[in-house]
């Protein structure tokens, strides 16, 4: 089992939708998590932070964070051409202490 | 302006060469890090340091080198021994160990 795991897409959405992301981690002892966005060729870019359950919202974005079933998810609404990306999730193991990526969701918004 | 640099942004190394990317960050941050990424994977940790002197091994360390002399360098050598080096490289730098990390632009490694 991946210990941090992503659906690798491609997800698309239509602008102004909605586009939900979803991460799930094995590690029940992780307390922190982070969404990252990276463009095509270019390094990854936090966007998110989020250490406890519930949901943690910023402009557009909002992560959402459920401990007891160990999934983060990332909302973005209204969606832009400008968020087509890849987003990697990230969490930091309290086991291995250190920060572990998932492999990322491919994510398209069609104008 | 504050951030993470790195050099070169392309590199192309021969057969059984060594090569040295660079990563400077300005931020004042006491960690630094190693990131490998290969097409469609997610990103893996290659080495990591959490004060001057002192660094980590990372899950992919074998054929790597690294070094921290000063706060804000933390070098990578790709060594001969790498044997599949051709990869996209990210350096990061985070206040504390493993909090929020902060990534450089990144070096594209290529073997030719």
Redesign the interface.
């Known amino acids: 089992q991946k210990e ?1 795991e992503q659906n ?1 897409g491609p997800l698309s959405v239509p602008e102004g939708a909605i586009a939900s992301l979803n991460c799930t981690y094995s590690d029940r002892g992780s307390q ?1 998590f ?1 969404w ?1 966005r990276q463009y095509s060729g ?5 966007i998110m ?1 989020i250490y406890s359950n519930g949901d943690k919202e910023d402009g557009r974005f909002t992560a959402q964070l459920n401990k007891a079933s160990q999934y983060v998810s990332l909302l973005i609404r209204d969606s832009q051409p400008s968020d087509s990306a890849t987003y ?1 999730c ?1 969490v ?1 193991s309290s086991w291995a ?8 969701t491919r994510l398209t918004v069609k104008p | 302006d504050g951030g993470i640099t790195q050099s070169p942004k392309y590199l192309f190394r021969k057969e059984g060469q060594n090569v040295t990317l660079s990563c400077e960050q300005n931020l004042n941050h006491d960690a630094m ?1 190693w ?1 490998r990424q290969d097409p ?4 893996r ?1 290659i080495y ?1 340091s959490q004060i001057v002197n002192d660094f980590q091994k ?1 899950d992919i360390a074998e054929g790597y080198s690294v070094s921290r002399e000063k706060k804000e360098s933390f070098p990578l050598t790709v060594t001969s021994a790498q044997k599949n080096p051709t990869a996209f490289y ?1 350096c990061a730098s985070s206040i504390g ?10 070096t594209r490694l290529t073997v030719v």
């Open positions: 941090v690798s922190s982070f990252y270019k390094s990854p870019e936090l932070s990697l990230a930091i202490y250190d920060m572990r990526f998932g492999a990322g | 890090y990131y469609g994977q997610g990103l940790l990591y990372g990210l160990l493993f909090t929020e990390a902060f990534f450089g632009q990144g």
